[in-house]
């Protein structure tokens, strides 16, 4: 038995060096600029799209590339490393968006929705969060009752990632309710359907590049047909769903990390004062080590959670962990890229203070961190 | 079209190079397909498309060069061969590589040959022309554009500050310069499937060659590090000042004029 081994596959490998050279060239310029002015990727996107990327961990048979998790967390942590807009464009795009099509969807259903998503013809998208549900996802108040071989959809959703670039979503609704217990599904909704208004109106603290939305739903109507998995089974669904998606947000936390490290290894080479390189403060060089032990030891992580996840195993608390982890320390990193910087990091052109901006949302999208440490909490107790 | 390209793994001169015993570090160090090669894959890749026909990817060097044959094959390469000389020769020059190439090439009848200019280590811009001259194929080095009609061929090749152009014939190896073309990522389905793609691997007995008939004819005396860069000088005052000013300068102190 040989099983124990750091190494990244040759495929891994690769892919490694292809997205980061991606991510150096392409999507680093213009990310200032894209903060500044609300511009979601598009262009990006196209381009990731011709690469094959938009359909990373699906099967080819619907234009998939069938690639892991790991390599998954790869692409994430490399786009976030340049601009956590793309970063979380595309990991909501494959976990929220695609990989409740792939787990709970029939055939027909995956031929028909997770195709457009792996070609990049739709971007993925996942609505769960409501006005009044936020981290008790179960206080969903969105009903879908069903009349005459139809469910009618009523009730709205905030925070969405991604809809305005959605051609259908998923989202969790009432089906039924049996006394005081709610019998919640997951339905795929076209989000041109009559009654649906996308509006994506947020003033956000980052991720201004990315798409946040509130869906409003009046009397909605598609076919029975478009119910996702089990009916009352939507509950159980998303929870896996987001167990899959904390790897995203996680491996987003690093390339963040990373790039703000990055930054602040420069910066504190190039900067002098009192005749010296910030670099030759013992000051500021416990600092970045301080942050490079974080950052590996999140990575680290990352990449058990994401293994175990490909070889089939339970993965749900090594997900919480990571994701709890490496978001927090990706605030701490941050912060500190940004005080190496002095005043200057304060600035936007000097990036960092976008970093711990977009940084933010790790420790509260997708469940925050006391919802991680509650699940975590819940695997040892 | 049968097409063949000539790539080297070099290191990356843009990471960090450590010189230590007359010898580049390779612990450390990271490794790359030579960037003028990558334009010679591109536009194999790009002829191949639009001609039809089939692109192999050759290199001699270890079993470490794998991985760029494999992102070769990743790009769209159909096919890579590995000569692999590890266990058979410490060194290599220009001459037996070319040496070398050229058995493997004789009998392979390629239309076209593709390298890159030079390879960013050595950069001795030697083995594309030297093997062309061993296989008694035409030349040209250096190449921006390259159109093929047939077995007529339209190349504009970059000439210090200007550009020439040319009308030659297959088989043909043309040298890539930069500006040939734009290398593409390799996709991820390409990455998917490069590892299911031929990759030959083959030893100089193989190839019939004698360990003697590719003895270096280059003697390495010495390696090192170009001396660091003093910091540039900026000259103040009215022009004429600085004028006046800088002749001195190069005069006196560059002794130059
Ligand atoms: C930019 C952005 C993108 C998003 N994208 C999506 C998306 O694509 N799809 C989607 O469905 N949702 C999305 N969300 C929503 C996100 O998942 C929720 O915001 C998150 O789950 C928290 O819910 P809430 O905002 O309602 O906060 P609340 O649940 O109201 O929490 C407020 C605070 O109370 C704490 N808290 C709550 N309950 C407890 C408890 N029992 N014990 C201790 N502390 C508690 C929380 O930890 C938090 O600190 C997005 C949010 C943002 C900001
Ligand atoms: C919004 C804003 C308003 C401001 N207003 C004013 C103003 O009104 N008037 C004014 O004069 N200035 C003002 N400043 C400038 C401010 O005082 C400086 O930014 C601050 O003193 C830090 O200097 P610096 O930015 O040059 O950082 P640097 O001095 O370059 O410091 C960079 C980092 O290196 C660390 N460092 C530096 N030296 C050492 C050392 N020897 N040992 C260990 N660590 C070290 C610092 O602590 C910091 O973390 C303002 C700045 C901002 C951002």
Same mark, same amino acid.
């Given at each position: 038995?040989?099983?124990?081994?750091?190494?990244l596959?040759?495929?891994?490998?690769?892919?490694?060096?292809?997205?980061?050279?991606?991510?150096?060239?392409?999507?680093?310029?213009?990310?200032?600029?894209?903060?500044?002015?609300?511009?979601?990727?598009?262009?990006?996107?196209?381009?990731?799209?011709?690469?094959?990327?938009?359909?990373?961990?699906?099967?080819?048979?619907?234009?998939?590339?069938?690639?892991? +998790?790991?390599?998954?967390?790869?692409? +994430?942590?490399?786009?976030?490393? +340049?601009?956590?807009?793309?970063?979380?464009?595309?990991?909501?795009?494959?976990?929220?968006?695609?990989?409740?099509?792939?787990?709970?969807?029939?055939?027909?259903?995956?031929?028909?929705?997770? *195709?457009?998503?792996?070609?990049?013809?739709?971007?993925?998208?996942?609505?769960? *969060?409501?006005?009044?549900?936020?981290?008790?996802?179960?206080?969903?108040? +969105?009903?879908?009752?069903?009349?005459?071989?139809?469910?009618?959809?009523?009730?709205?959703?905030?925070?969405?990632?991604?809809?305005?670039?959605?051609?259908?979503?998923?989202l *969790?609704?009432?089906?039924?309710?049996?006394?005081?217990?709610?019998?919640?599904?997951?339905?795929?909704?076209?989000?041109?359907?009559?009654?649906?208004?996308?509006?994506?109106?947020y003033?956000?603290?980052?991720?201004?590049?990315?798409?946040?939305?509130?869906?409003?739903l009046?009397?909605?109507?598609?076919?029975?047909?478009?119910?996702?998995?089990?009916?009352?089974?939507?509950?159980?669904?998303?929870?896996?769903?987001?167990?899959?998606?904390?790897?995203?947000?996680?491996?987003?936390?690093?390339?963040?990390? #990373?790039?703000?490290?990055?930054?602040?290894?420069?910066y504190?080479?190039?900067?002098?004062?009192?005749?010296?390189?910030?670099?030759?403060? #013992?000051?500021?060089?416990?600092?970045l080590?301080?942050?490079?032990?974080?950052? #590996?030891?999140?990575?680290?992580?990352?990449?058990k959670a994401?293994?175990?996840?490909?070889?089939?195993?339970?993965?749900?608390?090594?997900?919480?962990?990571?994701?709890? $982890?490496?978001?927090?320390?990706?605030?701490?990193?941050?912060?500190?890229?940004?005080?190496?910087?002095?005043?200057?990091? $304060?600035?936007?052109?000097?990036?960092?203070?976008?970093?711990?901006?977009?940084a933010?949302?790790?420790?509260?999208?997708?469940?925050?961190?006391?919802?991680?440490?509650?699940?975590?909490?819940?695997?040892?107790? | 079209?049968?097409?063949?390209?000539?790539?080297?793994?070099?290191?990356?001169?843009?990471?960090?190079?450590?010189v230590?015993?007359?010898?580049?570090?390779?612990?450390?160090?990271?490794?790359?397909?030579?960037?003028?090669?990558?334009?010679?894959?591109?536009?194999?890749?790009?002829?191949?498309?639009?001609?039809?026909?089939?692109?192999?990817?050759?290199?001699?060097?270890?079993?470490?060069?794998?991985?760029?044959?494999?992102?070769?094959?990743?790009?769209?390469?159909?096919?890579?061969?590995?000569?692999?000389?590890?266990?058979?020769?410490?060194?290599?020059?220009?001459?037996?590589?070319?040496?070398?190439?050229s058995?493997y090439?004789? !009998?392979?009848?390629?239309?076209?040959?593709?390298?890159?200019?030079?390879?960013?280590?050595?950069?001795?811009?030697?083995?594309?022309?030297?093997?062309? !001259?061993?296989?008694?194929?035409n030349?040209?080095?250096?190449?921006?554009?390259?159109?093929?009609?047939?077995?007529?061929?339209?190349?504009?090749?970059?000439?210090?500050?200007?550009s020439?152009?040319?009308?030659?014939?297959?088989p043909?190896?043309?040298?890539?310069?930069?500006?040939?073309?734009?290398?593409?990522?390799?996709?991820?389905?390409?990455?998917?499937?490069?590892?299911?793609?031929?990759?030959?691997?083959?030893?100089?007995?193989?190839?019939?060659?004698?360990?003697?008939d590719?003895?270096?004819?280059?003697?390495?005396?010495?390696?090192?590090?170009?001396?660091?860069?003093?910091?540039?000088?900026?000259?103040?005052?009215?022009?004429?000042?600085?004028?006046?000013?800088?002749?001195?300068?190069?005069?006196?102190?560059?002794?130059?004029?």
């Amino acid at each position: 038995m040989n099983a124990m081994n750091f190494d990244l596959t040759a495929e891994q490998g690769m892919l490694q060096k292809m997205i980061r050279e991606f991510s150096d060239e392409v999507v680093a310029s213009g990310a200032i600029e894209r903060d500044k002015n609300k511009a979601f990727p598009v262009e990006i996107f196209k381009q990731l799209s011709d690469m094959g990327i938009m359909g990373l961990p699906f099967p080819e048979e619907y234009g998939g590339a069938g690639a892991d +998790t790991i390599s998954f967390a790869i692409v +994430t942590e490399e786009l976030s490393r +340049t601009c956590a807009s793309t970063g979380i464009t595309y990991s909501a795009h494959i976990s929220l968006g695609g990989a409740p099509l792939h787990l709970f969807g029939t055939e027909k259903q995956k031929e028909k929705y997770l *195709t457009p998503i792996c070609t990049g013809e739709s971007f993925g998208a996942f609505g769960l *969060t409501e006005p009044n549900a936020g981290s008790d996802a179960g206080g969903t108040e +969105t009903t879908a009752s069903l009349e005459n071989g139809e469910f009618v959809i009523n009730g709205s959703k905030v925070f969405i990632t991604n809809a305005s670039y959605a051609k259908h979503l998923a989202l *969790t609704a009432i089906t039924d309710r049996n006394g005081n217990n709610k019998e919640i599904s997951a339905i795929i909704v076209p989000t041109d359907a009559q009654g649906f208004t996308i509006k994506s109106e947020y003033e956000k603290m980052g991720l201004n590049a990315s798409n946040t939305t509130e869906l409003i739903l009046e009397n909605v109507r598609v076919p029975e047909e478009n119910l996702l998995g089990v009916r009352g089974n939507g509950f159980k669904q998303f929870l896996t769903t987001l167990d899959g998606g904390r790897i995203g947000i996680a491996a987003m936390a690093v390339g963040i990390a #990373q790039g703000a490290l990055n930054k602040a290894v420069q910066y504190a080479k190039e900067r002098k004062q009192f005749g010296k390189t910030l670099s030759q403060f #013992q000051a500021t060089q416990f600092k970045l080590a301080d942050m490079e032990v974080k950052i #590996q030891l999140a990575r680290t992580f990352v990449y058990k959670a994401a293994w175990l996840k490909d070889q089939g195993r339970p993965f749900g608390k090594e997900a919480a962990i990571a994701k709890y $982890y490496a978001s927090e320390m990706a605030m701490e990193v941050c912060d500190e890229a940004i005080q190496i910087h002095g005043g200057y990091g $304060y600035m936007k052109e000097y990036e960092v203070e976008r970093y711990l901006r977009d940084a933010k949302l790790l420790e509260i999208g997708e469940g925050t961190s006391e919802v991680q440490k509650m699940v975590i909490a819940r695997h040892i107790l | 079209m049968n097409i063949f390209v000539l790539v080297k793994r070099t290191f990356d001169t843009e990471e960090k190079i450590v010189v230590s015993g007359g010898k580049i570090q390779e612990d450390g160090a990271e490794f790359i397909i030579n960037p003028y090669d990558e334009y010679a894959i591109e536009e194999a890749i790009q002829k191949r498309d639009a001609l039809g026909g089939k692109v192999t990817v050759v290199t001699i060097g270890g079993e470490d060069a794998e991985k760029q044959l494999r992102t070769a094959l990743a790009m769209g390469a159909d096919e890579a061969v590995l000569i692999n000389t590890e266990d058979d020769l410490d060194e290599l020059d220009q001459y037996s590589s070319a040496y070398i190439l050229s058995e493997y090439l004789k !009998d392979k009848e390629a239309d076209l040959i593709l390298a890159g200019n030079v390879a960013i280590d050595g950069g001795s811009g030697q083995v594309g022309p030297r093997l062309a !001259d061993l296989l008694g194929i035409n030349y040209v080095t250096t190449v921006t554009s390259l159109e093929i009609d047939g077995t007529n061929v339209k190349i504009v090749r970059d000439i210090e500050g200007d550009s020439e152009v040319l009308e030659t014939s297959l088989p043909l190896l043309v040298t890539a310069q930069q500006g040939l073309n734009e290398p593409r990522y390799p996709s991820l389905p390409g990455i998917m499937k490069a590892k299911k793609k031929p990759l030959e691997e083959l030893e100089l007995d193989d190839l019939d060659i004698d360990e003697d008939d590719v003895e270096v004819k280059v003697e390495t005396v010495e390696i090192y590090l170009p001396p660091q860069k003093a910091a540039g000088r900026v000259l103040e005052g009215d022009l004429s000042a600085q004028v006046k000013e800088l002749v001195n300068l190069l005069h006196s102190e560059a002794k130059v004029i």
